[in-house]
């Protein structure tokens, strides 16, 4: 697999930008299929200046929402991978904003 494919989108949340700026932990959601050495490999590739140390990774389940009443809507699961860099170094995941 390329490394565009294994790594979907970073994750920005409150919690996320917690662990980025405290911990040197990024969130990102990447492909089912991958395993921790692809997303090690395609981390270090999309950044090369950055050293990985640790990856954990969660299968984060299917969930039902309600969009009116009675009508409710299924958000498909994914999959999701918290990369743990060298201290020192850090990712820019918005250039230029």
Do not use: C
Not at 10 to 16: A, I, Q, R
Not at 28 to 56: G, S
Not at 73 to 95: C, H, M, N, Q, W
């Amino acid at each position: 697999m390329h490394w565009r494919e294994v790594i979907r989108r970073p994750m920005v949340t409150e919690k996320s930008n917690f662990q980025a700026d405290y911990l040197n932990q990024y969130s990102f959601v990447v492909d089912r299929r991958a395993n921790k050495m692809q997303i090690k490999q395609a981390v270090e590739l999309a950044w090369p200046d950055v050293t990985v140390e640790k990856i954990r990774v969660a299968n984060m389940p299917a969930k039902r929402s309600r969009v009116y009443r009675k009508m409710s809507v299924r958000k498909s699961g994914y999959k999701k991978a918290i990369v743990t860099l060298s201290p020192g170094d850090t990712i820019d995941l918005f250039e230029g904003v």
